[in-house]
Structure formats: structure tokens, C-alpha cells
């Protein structure tokens, strides 16, 4: 039995193996490149709805932004239509202010005064006349002071008689309006 030779049994053997061991790469391979594939698939439909669900955010945020600009606009139509109430307000309140103006006008001048100009701005009332006697423009001024509409009377230019050429003094001063629907709101 010495003359027995195992080597082409075992070469073949080695073959096998090597075949079995290349099988066994190749499949591994594919196996790998599949799920590579399939890996490469669930990241590209994650992606991809991630996509969608940014698309529709940003149509949702387009959405949005354009209702804030509406409110942005009912907020500043709101804010002019409040300013003009208040305006339509203030006149509303000031209307009887322009009749007891008149009114303390007249019953605050003494005789002797005559009025030749009064200009009103805002609360401000610029009042020119002239009076037989700087006297009787010391008494307007003191009606003025106790009206209940007039208030702060103050002597701006009087000219006297001798200066004039009239026989009169000219005189200009200034008082102020009182709202006495303000001051009893307040």
C-alpha cells in the first residue's frame, strides 16, 4: 500500500473548496450590493418624504403669511377707522365748546370794550379790540378770569390813547378756552 497516491483526492477536494469559497464570496457580494440597493431605496423614499412633507410646509407657511399680511392690514384699516372715531369724537365734544366760546365772548366784555378781531387756535384765542380806558381793559381781562369757560387772560400790546389817534386804546391779548366736559371727565 505504499503505492497509494491521495494527492488528486485531495486536490480535488482543494478545488472544491475553493469553489464552494468563491460561491460563497459571489453571494455574499450580491447579498451586500442587494442591500445596498435596498438601503439606498428606504433612504432615497425617506428623502423623498421629507420633500413632500417640506413642500407642504412651505405651501402652509405661504398660507399663513399671507393671512398675517391681511391682519397686518385689517390692524393699520383698524387703526385709521379708531383715529377717525376719535377725531369724529373730539368734534362731537367740541361742539358746544364753539357756542359758550361765543357765548362768554359776549357777556364777558364791559362797555366801553369793543372787539375789532378774535382768532382761535386750538384752545389758544387771540382777541384785538379797543377800549375807551386801559381801566375797562383791566375789567375785561377780570371777567375773563372768573368765566367758566375763559380762563388765563394775558395782555400782549396795548396802545394808548395819544398813540392811537382815536380817542381809544387799541389793545391785543390772549386767554385760553376751557372745556368743562374735559375737566369734569377728568
Known amino acids: 500500500m505504499a503505492h497509494i497516491n491521495l494527492l488528486p483526492w485531495r486536490e480535488t477536494l482543494r478545488k472544491k473548496r ?17 442591500l445596498l440597493f435596498l438601503s439606498h431605496l428606504h433612504i432615497a423614499g425617506m428623502i423623498s418624504n421629507q420633500n413632500k412633507r417640506n413642500s407642504f410646509l412651505e405651501k402652509e407657511i ?16 383698524k387703526a385709521k377707522l379708531l383715529a377717525r372715531m376719535e377725531v369724529i369724537q373730539e368734534l362731537q365734544s367740541s361742539r358746544p365748546g364753539v357756542v359758550h366760546l361765543f357765548q362768554e365772548l359776549v357777556e364777558t366784555v364791559p ?28 375789567a ?21 390813547k395819544d398813540k392811537t ?15 368743562k366736559t374735559e375737566e369734569d371727565a377728568q
Open 111 to 138: 362797555e366801553g370794550v369793543y372787539l375789532t378781531q378774535v382768532a382761535q387756535s386750538g384752545k389758544n384765542i387771540q382777541i384785538e379790540g379797543r377800549a375807551q380806558s386801559n381801566a375797562r381793559v383791566s
Open 18 to 34: 475553493q469553489r464552494e469559497f468563491g460561491v460563497a464570496v459571489g453571494g455574499m457580494l450580491i447579498i451586500t450590493l442587494l
Open 165 to 179: 389817534g382815536t380817542g381809544l386804546s387799541h389793545f391785543r391779548m390772549s386767554a385760553q378756552q376751557i372745556n
Open 62 to 77: 405661504a398660507t399663513v403669511e399671507e393671512k398675517i399680511l391681511e391682519i397686518k392690514n385689517l390692524e393699520s384699516t
Open 140 to 160: 375785561y381781562m377780570r371777567n375773563i378770569e372768573a368765566s367758566e369757560w375763559l380762563g388765563a387772560p394775558k395782555l400782549l400790546v396795548i396802545e394808548t
